[in-house]
């Protein structure tokens, strides 16, 4: 089967640096994202992997290990506006195209 | 600000009928794709949409169907609601269906009563 984990929640201080895993078990691999969503708000784009190495974007940061079956989201100097639920997604090749498979998302809360 | 609208934003309905749900993608994509999100949980695919073919399914009852127009909107069709379809019904479009970022409509949450 298709599977994504990640942690559930997680805290961290403002300024600090966190990092989020995915770990995913998918076959047909084709990409894998990372969202951010706030309550009640639709998700927003962060970054995309589809190779092995690091993205970096800012002062979000997004690693891929295909091999492993492992990804993290790195955000640095953290802000209170971070505080928000983290999606990993795998794009996955379908029979007749392709889906994408969200975890359940990582809820991170930023303290002062 | 997205560019992907969706209408209604809020929706009640009673079990056993149908509802339609709308999207309209972001200029210059041609691929939309539909999620369902319980409360708490990440976006489930129902399907994508590329040029107006259905472009891959996620498990979801044939009781969910879809459509895109020439103009590469799209609506979400489900029949027989049962009170499990409550959720926030999502809409992503994308430049095309290999594309690397997908932008995401505000949804339309549904409650079935």
């Known amino acids: 089967g298709q599977n994504i984990d990640q942690p559930t929640e997680m805290t961290a201080t403002e300024g600090a640096i966190v990092q989020i895993n995915c770990t995913y078990q998918?076959?047909?691999?084709?990409?894998l994202f990372w969202y951010q969503q706030h309550a009640g708000e639709a998700p927003t784009f962060l970054s995309y992997n589809v190779l092995d190495g690091l993205e970096e974007k800012g002062r979000f940061s997004s690693f891929l290990s295909r091999s492993k079956g492992y990804s993290y989201l790195l955000l640095k100097e953290l802000q209170m506006k971070d505080s928000a639920s983290y999606l990993c997604a795998v794009r996955v090749r379908n029979t007749g195209g392709f889906k994408t498979i969200f975890g359940a998302g990582t809820r991170l809360f930023v303290k002062a | 600000e997205t560019g992907v609208t969706q209408s209604p934003t809020h929706l009640i309905k009673t079990r056993g009928q149908q509802v339609t749900l709308r999207c309209s993608s972001q200029?210059?994509?041609?691929?939309v794709s539909w999620y369902q999100q319980a409360l708490g949980q990440g976006p489930q695919f129902i399907f994508q949409y590329y040029r107006e073919e259905e472009n891959g399914r996620g498990n979801f009852p044939p009781r969910f169907s879809g459509l895109q127009f020439p103009n590469y909107s799209s609506e979400l069709n489900v029949n027989a609601l049962e009170l499990d379809d409550s959720a926030l019904y999502l809409c992503?479009?994308?430049?095309?269906?290999?594309?690397?970022?997908?932008?995401f409509g505000q949804g339309t949450r549904l409650t079935v009563v």
């Open positions: 200029s210059g994509h041609n691929t």
């Open positions: 992503a479009s994308s430049r095309d269906r290999g594309g690397t970022e997908a932008f």
């Open positions: 998918t076959s047909g691999f084709n990409g």
